[in-house]
């Protein structure tokens, strides 16, 4: 059971990590030659900024059942 929180709780953060990078990529640019419909950095710190209360949830989320799996499994092993 131990493992199995172990593995949960890093699938959490990892969603957590990969939310935040999608908002601060924005997506694939529409013409990917074109510098113009690029955005601007106020635009990607604006977005990430946005995101972080949802960040810290899936991290600290993912954290606390990482840590919680990881309590069960020394219990059991003694």
């Given at each position: 059971m131990?493992r199995?929180?172990?593995?949960?709780?890093?699938?959490?953060?990892?969603?957590?990590?990969?939310?935040?990078?999608?908002?601060a990529?924005?997506?694939p640019?529409?013409?990917p030659?074109?510098?113009?419909?690029?955005?601007t950095d106020?635009?990607?710190?604006?977005?990430?900024?946005?995101?972080?209360?949802?960040?810290?949830?899936?991290?600290?989320?993912?954290?606390?059942?990482?840590?919680a799996?990881?309590?069960?499994?020394?219990?059991?092993?003694?």
């Amino acid at each position: 059971m131990g493992r199995i929180l172990v593995v949960v709780g890093i699938l959490i953060m990892l969603v957590g990590v990969l939310r935040m990078n999608s908002r601060a990529l924005g997506g694939p640019p529409a013409h990917p030659g074109d510098f113009g419909s690029r955005r601007t950095d106020r635009q990607v710190r604006t977005e990430v900024h946005r995101g972080l209360p949802e960040f810290l949830a899936f991290v600290g989320t993912g954290f606390c059942v990482l840590l919680a799996g990881a309590y069960i499994g020394r219990n059991r092993e003694e």
